[in-house]
């Protein structure tokens, strides 16, 4: 089994910042890539940033220059460090994770997380 557990959202003022964490744990043998993805409502989902194993990342456009992504390979970690929130970035924000779960099996599989809710208001 493979759970993926969101933690760090909630209401900010526009300006403000939050910090997502998703730890994953269960059966796994490694992870190739995790990444957030969030969703407003009314609209489908989309990439908000994703990170490989090796620390490359790639973000959507309008994220660039206030989040970073970053993880934690020995704790099977992700973050999303928001800065300069923006009421556009209201949304469900979902943890990623592609993962290989175990040395014998092949493939990797995409899991989900449950899902943090991240809302920018004043």
């Known amino acids: 089994q493979v759970q993926l557990v969101e933690s760090g959202g909630g209401l900010v003022q526009p300006g403000g910042s939050l910090r997502l964490s998703c730890a994953a744990s269960?059966?796994?043998?490694?992870?190739?890539?995790m990444g957030w993805y969030r969703q407003a409502p009314g609209k489908q989902r989309e990439l908000v940033a994703t990170?490989?194993?090796?620390?490359?990342?790639n973000y959507a456009d309008s994220v660039k220059g206030r989040f970073t992504i970053s993880r934690d390979n020995a704790k099977n970690t992700v973050y999303l460090q928001m800065n300069s929130l923006k009421p556009e970035d209201t949304a469900v924000y979902y943890c990623?994770?592609?993962?290989?779960?175990?040395?014998?099996?092949?493939?990797?599989?995409?899991?989900w997380g449950q899902g943090t809710q991240v809302t920018v208001s004043s």
């Open positions: 990170i490989t194993s090796g620390s490359s990342t």
């Open positions: 990623n994770a592609k993962i290989v779960r175990s040395r014998w099996n092949a493939g990797v599989a995409d899991y």
């Open positions: 269960g059966s796994i043998f490694s992870i190739n890539a």
